[in-house]
């Protein structure tokens, strides 16, 4: 069974960090994309940052939006089955819930919702102007 839970969340003043992890149990799979997603108050869900836990050497195996690329660092510890979203030089348009979710197998080539099926309850990031 698949499982998410994230922590570290929380509020912090703009130019801030916060650094999000995401524990993971994604039993029955081997391997699986995990990946974080954010949504603020009445706009859509938005991916942000996907890593592949079945290789842990680094860039060839993460993506990141836009966005948020130069500030938000997404890693993962595989001893620890846990990823990470390290985020620097928060703005308050960061403010959001933001998701961890998972998928077996690779990344999808397209960061979007509609392609995780598995799902953590989500955490507050505010930020203050």
């Known amino acids: 069974q698949v499982q998410l839970v994230e922590s570290g969340g929380g509020s912090v003043q703009a130019g801030g960090s916060l650094k999000l992890s995401c524990l993971y149990s994604i039993t029955p799979y081997k391997t699986a994309c995990v990946a974080w997603f954010r949504q603020a108050p009445g706009k859509e869900r938005e991916g942000v940052a996907s890593?592949?836990?079945?290789?842990?050497?680094?860039?060839?195996?993460?993506s990141a939006a836009d966005s948020v690329k130069g500030a938000f660092t997404i890693s993962q510890d595989n001893a620890k089955n846990t990823v990470y979203l390290q985020m620097n030089s928060l703005k308050p348009e960061d403010t959001a819930m933001y998701y961890c979710?998972?998928?077996?197998?690779?990344?999808?080539?397209?960061?979007?919702?509609?392609?995780?099926?598995?799902w953590g309850q989500g955490i507050q990031v505010t930020v203050s102007s």
């Open positions: 979710a998972a998928e077996a197998g690779m990344c999808p080539g397209n960061l979007a919702s509609i392609e995780f099926e598995h």
């Open positions: 890593i592949y836990t079945g290789d842990d050497t680094g860039d060839d195996s993460t």
